[in-house]
Structure formats: C-alpha cells, structure tokens
C-alpha cells in the first residue's frame, strides 16, 4: 500500500460541501416520517434525593397532548444503563432516584412541539431533596483511585528517589475547568417503529453501536433495528449510544407513532457528556542541562456517583519525554453530577495542559529555551515501554514553527516588552496524539461505465469522511474522484469503529484500500488470462489502475474494457482487523463492543503523531484583557490523505485549543449542583474576533509502522496543547503564571 500513500496528500474539495451549504444535506432531525408526534423531556430541578409525586393534571389539560411518560408507568424490562466507557451510570425513568440536576425523569408527547413543551413547564414534581456535593472540595464527595483499563498506571524507576536526589526541583498544581460540547447539532432522536421493526434517526458516531444499543435494551434482534445518520453537526465525542434513544423509542411504540425529540441547548448540558473539571500535581527533577531525572503526575477527575468513568491522560504524559524514573497516578471523584465523557482530545486537553505548563516553568528555572528543554529530552524511543516511536518527529515539528514563527526574537524575561498599554509574550508546547485504528468492513462495486460506489457504515462528523473514502478509492482505483459515490451512516452498511480518538480514517482508508487491491487483482487476473489481451502472460501484482486506465510494462488499455473483460459489474467486500486485536473484533463491534488499537497500547511500537504550537498574545495592562495576535502551529502526522481538509482540521483544533485556554468554562453553582451557564450567550466560545492568524504547517513524515498507509489521524491533536502555550505566552507577557484554566482577566489583576 506504499504506493497508494504516495498518491494521496492533495487538496480535494469535499464532495459533500454544495450540499452542506445550500441546505441540501440531511441531518437527523431534517428525516422525514409519516405524521411524527413530539417528545419534550420533563427534567429534574433538584441534583440529589428521590421524586416524592408528579402532579400532571394540568400538564394532562393541555390541547394536543397524548401522553406523559413518568417512572410510575413507563413500564418494566430495559437493563440498566451503561456510560460512556460501558460501566454503570446515572438513571433516568428507571425508577424515582435523582442523580444530578438536569436528569431526566418524564417525557411529554403531543401533537406539536409547542404542546408539549408547555405540558413539560405545567409538569408539577415534589421532591424528597438533598444536599448535594457539586465537586472538588465539595462536602460529601467520595474518592479513590481509578482502575486502568488497559494496565497499571505508567511508572519506571523510582521517581520519588530521584527527585529528592536531583539538583533542580519544581513542583506545581494546576487545575482545568468542567466544559461542555456545545456541537450545533442539537442531541436529536427520531424513532419510527414499521411491523415491528425500529429505524432510528440519530446523530450518531457509531452507527452498529447505536444499533446494538437499542436492540439490547428492547429485546430486539439487531436486524430489526436500523440507525441512520447520514451527516452529523458536530460530535466531538458527545453522540455515541445513549439511554434516550431507547426511552424514545419505546415511547414511540407506546403512541403507535413516529417520535421526534429535539431537546433544548439547556437540556444538552444534563441529558449527555461533558469534559470534567481535572486537578494535577506535577514534580519534575532534572539535571542543570535540563535532562529529566524524574517525572511524577497525579491527577483527579470528576465523575458522577456510581461512574469509575476517567480518561487518564497520565498514559500520553509519560511518555512524551525521555525520563529514567516515572510515576503516574489518576483519582476519581464521585460527585451529584450526570456521567462526563469523551470530548474532543479527551485525555491529552487537559493533562498535556499541566506537563506543558510545568515544563516551561521548569525551563524558566533552568534559564534555558523552552523549545531547547523539550530538545535535551526528546526521545525515539517510548520511555515507559522501551520499544521505539513508529515515527516521531516533534523537534522537525518545533524547528519549522519555530522559524516560521520568529521564535528567535523572543525575549526570556517576563514583562519586558511592550507596545504601548500592551504587554507582548510569546509562548511554546507540545502537542500530541496517539494513533489508533480500529476494525472495519466494507463494500465496493465497480461497474464499466468507470464508476466506484462504496458502502461503509462510516460517521460524517463534519471532518469530511465522505470526501476521505472518496479519495481514497478514487487513487486505488485510478479514478477521478468525482467517479466515486459514497454511501455512510447507516447501520445497513459494513460496520467501522466508533468514530473517536482520531481512529476513522486510518480505519476506513486501509479497508477501503484492501477493497480496492481485491478489484484491481481481479482485473489484473483476467487480463493476463486473456489471449487477447496485451497483458497476456504478465504477473498480474505488475498492472496498476491509473487515470481510468490498467497499465504495465509500456502498455495500457482504457479501463472499462478491463472491467468488462473481468464482469460486467465487479464487487468486492473487505474487512481489516488490526494486528493486535482479536479475530473476533468485527463481530464484537457489530454487537456495540467496539476493541481499538491503541496507540499506547501497542507491544510493537508506540505510535503518536506530534506537533508544536508557537502563540503571539498580548495582554492589556490595566483592563488585563488577553488578545492573542498569531499563532503558528506545525504537525508532523504522517499520511496525509486531503491537504484541504486536513488543514481545516488542524484550524479548527488550534482554535478550540485556544477557546479552552481563554474562554470555555461551564460555571457551577456549588450550592445547588446545577450548571449555571448552560446556553450560547453565557457559555464562551471564541468569535471571528478573537481567533488570530493562524498559520499551519504540515510536516511530511512516512511512517511505515504505523499502519500500512501510514495514517495517523489529525482530527484532535490541534487542540491538545494550546492552552498551554496560551498560558506560557502570558507569563512571558506579564510574568504571572495561571495554572488554572481558564485564563480571564480578573485571574490577572
């Protein structure tokens, strides 16, 4: 597959883009059914005790409604409900306990939307409440140490020795704030039951997971349930299964009628996951070159009450610097809040935030570069494992931006540049992201008029998939991509990995290449067996598919010519499952249990693309406003499967990784446990005036042991990082270090 590698990389239009931006493209809520009632969701004003009575009469009076749906009567024989990491988790009709605020606890139908959101205000519920434990430092929080999923914790050495030892200390705590998705799309579900069998309309990023989700909790045969989501408005982790999905579809059965739900932006911050606040404690013991001694991270989360759920993200934090002497640790802390979950980069966002933040105190310290600090300590060869990187390449990373970004005109001493009432800082990190790949399957057929069409049970999550397996099978294939339709987000189609930690492209792209090499070696096979044939008699491995022709060895012929030759129609079905994951993994997956290859998880290698952040900013000296002015930013990901989208990718992370430095916090009142931000005016995200120039350079890597494409994915490593060249820049700007996030004026007052 080396040779399809070097064909991929340049800039493609997305095939989808006129139909996103004339309106054309269907999103979840946008499917029609055959005359809908629609859902409201009642939920809990309180975020501890248990439901005392519903008073629904005049919720009942309201014109158009048909029915409320409480724990008393929405019946018995679901299971319990599984988070995100498919442990237990909050409850929601299941009987009259109340976990968090926001949580569900009824669901009106009514001929029209407006009727039954207005029985839902009228809904009338008494609560048995108690005080609740909102989170860290909360009366009544319960903790403990998290149980790693995939092994201990990394630890090497001894890292508590070698600190006490070592000729430089520093030590530090930081902290990252509870945030929210906030995706445009809104967390839809439209269930429509036909003789017995349920389709479900979901935004969804695992198609044969939301499938086996709803077919477990309803007793159904998975074949008598479909998921559609053919485009999805943004995810970033939020929209995998969840419990409403099969509340609404048995609702619907309930009625005798498809069910539409469109809950609120308020409700979206209680009825799915979020990014949990984080605490760290980091020690770093190094020699007076800056050479590591010792790395110690600890960290806490929070949680609901009855979720172990964590991310962890000790596994990356170990294991970006050489270090002889390691140790890691990760908490829980069980608080009244409804289960968080996966969020865009979910574990290196906010603890590459703490190690990126402490090493360049440290460098300071040191009175040394910070990207010379990073240089003293990189390494090719994992320092937890011992085995080698697949490929990395952060100091050609750190070198490029570097130079792009004039880091040579930095000044070391913090506050010492100014232009007017502004004081300027520059600022450095590290960004990473560990390369998974999962299991996948699909189909393609080939017809002589030179048309591809592929069915894959991909997720179109706004990075541009369809445009990605187009691509793809267009290049294998020899064909122009517009030749190529291809068909995603229905759990007809051949099952793919969850679309999360950037796994879905490296997946879809080598069984859509495994596909592909099937067709081609069919072609090849009848036309070295043809007498006719120019080919006659060559090794078929030798003919290629280039320009909607077959060539080898100084001859060609037009490619519908070999196709009819070969059949008429040629189909192939392919399925990849990644060394290291069990042969069992495509069934499992089709059963909502998903096995990904980790990339820290690999005995091989440890595979991680790597990048660098430089940032500009300046900071107001008597308001304290942060305006940041320009940011550079170089990845080194290997593969590069479309320039264009890639470098939107790689945008749009660096903006969110800005956003989490200066803007994004979801505000808890540590009273009541209730999210006090919870819409668009209150919660802060970047708008075209505070996002800089952005520059991004992608840095060519092959790396042929990754996978045999050498794709790494791109679509989280943007953000990871940023924040912590936000906050490096304005120490440098105003020589004060915020290790909370996030940083707001009056943190600089």
């Given at each position: 597959m080396s040779t399809l590698s070097a064909k991929l990389g340049q800039p493609v239009a997305r095939i989808d883009g006129i139909a996103k931006v004339t309106g054309a493209a269907r999103y979840a809520s946008d499917e029609p059914v055959p005359s809908p009632a629609f859902a409201y969701l009642i939920t809990s004003r309180i975020a501890r005790g248990t439901i005392q009575a519903f008073d629904l009469a005049e919720a009942h009076s309201v014109p158009g409604v048909i029915e409320i749906v409480t724990y008393e009567n929405v019946g018995a024989g679901f299971d319990k409900a599984q988070g995100p990491d498919g442990g237990p988790t909050t409850t929601t009709l299941e009987d009259n306990k109340i976990w968090h605020a926001g949580q569900i606890i009824g669901i009106v139908v009514a001929e029209t939307y407006e009727a039954a959101r207005e029985a839902a205000n009228k809904s009338k519920v008494t609560y048995n409440e108690e005080a609740p434990s909102a989170t860290f430092d909360s009366s009544g929080v319960s903790s403990e140490p998290h149980k790693p999923g995939r092994g201990p914790d990394p630890k090497k050495g001894d890292a508590q020795?070698?600190?006490?030892?070592?000729?430089?200390?520093?030590?530090?705590?930081?902290?990252?704030?509870?945030?929210?998705?906030?995706?445009?799309?809104?967390?839809?579900?439209?269930?429509?039951?036909?003789?017995?069998?349920?389709?479900?309309?979901?935004?969804?990023?695992?198609?044969?997971?939301?499938?086996?989700?709803?077919?477990?909790?309803?007793?159904?045969?998975?074949?008598?349930?479909?998921?559609?989501?053919?485009?999805?408005?943004?995810?970033?982790?939020?929209?995998?299964?969840?419990?409403?999905?099969?509340?609404?579809?048995?609702?619907a059965k309930r009625v005798g009628r498809p069910l539409k739900l469109v809950p609120t932006r308020d409700q979206g911050f209680t009825i799915a996951t979020f990014r949990a606040e984080t605490r760290h404690h980091i020690k770093l013991g190094a020699a007076p070159d800056g050479q590591l001694h010792s790395f110690s991270h600890e960290g806490w989360e929070v949680t609901s009450r009855p979720s172990p759920y964590n991310v962890a993200g000790v596994e990356s934090t170990a294991r970006m610097y050489a270090c002889p002497n390691i140790h890691t640790a990760v908490n829980i802390v069980h608080a009244d809040r409804n289960t968080p979950g996966y969020m865009?980069?979910?574990?290196?966002?906010?603890?590459?935030?703490?190690?990126?933040?402490?090493?360049?105190?440290?460098?300071?310290?040191?009175?040394?570069?910070?990207?010379?600090?990073?240089?003293?300590?990189?390494?090719?060869?994992?320092?937890?494992?011992?085995?080698?990187?697949?490929?990395?390449?952060?100091?050609?990373?750190?070198d490029r931006a570097a130079a792009q970004f004039g880091w040579n005109k930095r000044n070391s001493v913090p506050g010492s540049v100014r232009d007017g009432d502004w004081e300027i800082g520059y600022g450095c990190a590290t960004a990473c992201y560990p390369s998974n790949i999962g299991p996948a399957a699909c189909r393609i057929a080939l017809t002589t008029d030179g048309k591809a069409v592929v069915g894959i049970a991909g997720?179109?999550?706004?990075?541009?998939?369809?445009?990605?397996?187009?691509?793809?099978?267009?290049?294998?294939?020899?064909?122009?991509?517009?030749?190529?339709?291809?068909?995603?987000?229905?759990?007809?189609?051949?099952?793919?990995?969850?679309?999360?930690?950037?796994?879905?492209?490296?997946?879809?792209?080598?069984?859509?290449?495994k596909a592909c090499e099937q067709l081609r070696d069919r072609i090849a096979q009848a036309a070295v067996k043809d007498p006719r044939s120019a080919f006659n008699g060559f090794d078929p491995a030798s003919l290629q598919l280039r320009e909607s022709k077959l060539t080898g060895a100084g001859h060609e012929e037009d490619l519908q010519v070999a196709i009819e030759r070969a059949g008429h129609r040629l189909e192939a079905y392919a399925?990849?499952?990644?060394?290291?994951?069990?042969?069992?993994?495509?069934?499992?997956?089709?059963?909502?249990?998903?096995?990904?290859?980790?990339?820290?998880?690999?005995?091989?290698?440890?595979?991680?693309?790597?990048?660098?952040h430089f940032v500009e900013l300046r900071v107001h000296s008597r308001t304290r406003e942060v305006r940041v002015q320009r940011?550079?930013?170089?990845?080194?990901?290997?593969?590069?499967?479309?320039?264009?989208?890639?470098?939107?990718?790689?945008?749009?992370?660096?903006?969110?990784?800005?956003?989490?430095?200066?803007?994004?916090?979801?505000?808890?009142?540590?009273?009541?446990?209730?999210?006090?931000?919870?819409?668009?005016?209150?919660?802060?995200?970047?708008?075209?005036?505070?996002?800089?120039?952005?520059?991004?350079?992608?840095?060519?890597?092959?790396?042929?042991?990754?996978?045999?494409?050498?794709?790494?994915?791109?679509?989280?490593?943007?953000?990871?990082?940023?924040?912590?060249?936000?906050?490096?820049?304005?120490?440098?700007?105003?020589?004060?270090?915020?290790?909370?996030?996030?940083?707001?004026?009056?943190?600089?007052?």
């Open positions: 020795g070698a600190y006490a030892k070592a000729p430089v200390k520093f030590e530090a705590r930081y902290s990252t704030p509870t945030q929210h998705h906030n995706a445009i799309e809104l967390f839809t579900v439209t269930c429509e039951w036909k003789d017995g069998k349920l389709t479900i309309y979901e935004p969804s990023q695992f198609m044969w997971g939301t499938k086996a989700s709803a077919a477990k909790q309803l007793k159904l045969e998975p074949d008598h349930v479909r998921a559609i989501s053919r485009y999805i408005g943004g995810a970033f982790g939020s929209k995998g299964p969840n419990p409403r999905t099969h509340w609404i579809a048995r609702v865009r980069a979910p574990p290196e966002t906010p603890y590459m935030f703490a190690l990126e933040s402490a090493m360049d105190e440290l460098a300071h310290q040191l009175n040394m570069d910070p990207v010379e600090l990073r240089r003293v300590n990189d390494t090719q060869i994992d320092p937890v494992e011992g085995i080698p990187f697949s490929s990395r390449s952060l100091m050609q990373c750190f997720h179109e999550i706004g990075t541009g998939a369809y445009t990605t397996v187009a691509v793809v099978a267009a290049r294998a294939l020899g064909l122009p991509t517009a030749a190529v339709t291809v068909h995603m987000g229905d759990s007809d189609l051949p099952p793919i990995m969850i679309a999360g930690g950037s796994n879905n492209a490296a997946s879809a792209s080598l069984v859509v290449a399925e990849n499952v990644p060394d290291g994951l069990p042969p069992s993994a495509i069934s499992d997956m089709t059963k909502g249990q998903p096995k990904m290859l980790g990339g820290s998880s690999r005995k091989d290698v440890s595979a991680y693309a790597f990048g660098a940011t550079v930013s170089a990845f080194a990901a290997g593969t590069i499967i479309n320039a264009l989208t890639a470098h939107s990718q790689f945008m749009g992370g660096t903006i969110w990784g800005l956003s989490s430095a200066l803007h994004e916090e979801t505000e808890i009142d540590t009273k009541s446990a209730r999210y006090v931000n919870d819409n668009l005016a209150d919660y802060l995200i970047p708008v075209n005036a505070d996002v800089p120039t952005i520059e991004i350079i992608m840095v060519p890597e092959a790396d042929d042991r990754v996978n045999a494409l050498g794709i790494k994915g791109i679509g989280e490593i943007g953000i990871v990082g940023m924040n912590a060249a936000v906050a490096n820049a304005v120490y440098n700007a105003t020589g004060k270090r915020i290790r909370s996030l996030p940083i707001r004026p009056e943190k600089l007052l």
